[in-house]
């Protein structure tokens, strides 16, 4: 499969991307047993519905500069590399690489606060797409992908909470 480079953006890109989806939910799970939820490879399908695969490309410990592959619905696969690992607080990557030349520059950013019920996650997805038709595509379809990553967040609680009954 033919890979496109991304650009290697850097964690200022969160706050800077000219497309931003921020959703949060509160888990009643610790922020320990969501970042194991995180670090299985297995999970994201359960939650993320769109993602059908997920690979780890780099041996534990996982830190910054970890890598991991994610194949998702449409053929789109992702070559991604963490930009922060902090346990139990802050994880962030951005794609390398994309199977589609439609994305420009791509990131996600996972914030975690410890709550007497749990946790609270506020996840942020940044992008850039690249071309006409992608960014158009973008414009229109923000309100429908806003509602499908806060969507994520809710089967990420009911997901959570099966596995941790």
Request: neutral net charge.
């Amino acid at each position: 499969m033919a890979m496109h480079p991304c650009e290697r953006v850097g964690l200022d890109f969160i706050d800077t991307a000219p497309f931003r989806f921020v959703s949060t939910v509160d888990l009643a799970i610790t922020p320990e047993q969501l970042f194991e939820v995180l670090a299985d490879a297995e999970s994201w399908p359960h939650w993320a519905t769109v993602i059908t695969e997920v690979t780890w490309t780099s041996p534990e410990p996982r830190d910054i500069g970890t890598t991991r592959t994610v194949k998702m619905r449409g053929g789109i696969v992702g070559d991604e590399e963490f930009l922060a690992w902090k346990p139990y607080s802050h994880m962030a990557f951005r794609f390398n690489e994309a199977s589609t030349g439609s994305i420009a520059a791509f990131a996600e950013d996972y914030r975690v606060v410890r709550t007497p019920a749990g946790c609270h996650l506020t996840w942020v997805m940044a992008m850039k797409p690249k071309g006409l038709a992608a960014r158009m595509g973008m414009s229109l379809g923000r309100p429908v992908m806003g509602w499908m990553f806060q969507k994520f967040l809710y089967n990420l609680r009911d997901y959570s909470n099966r596995r941790f009954a």
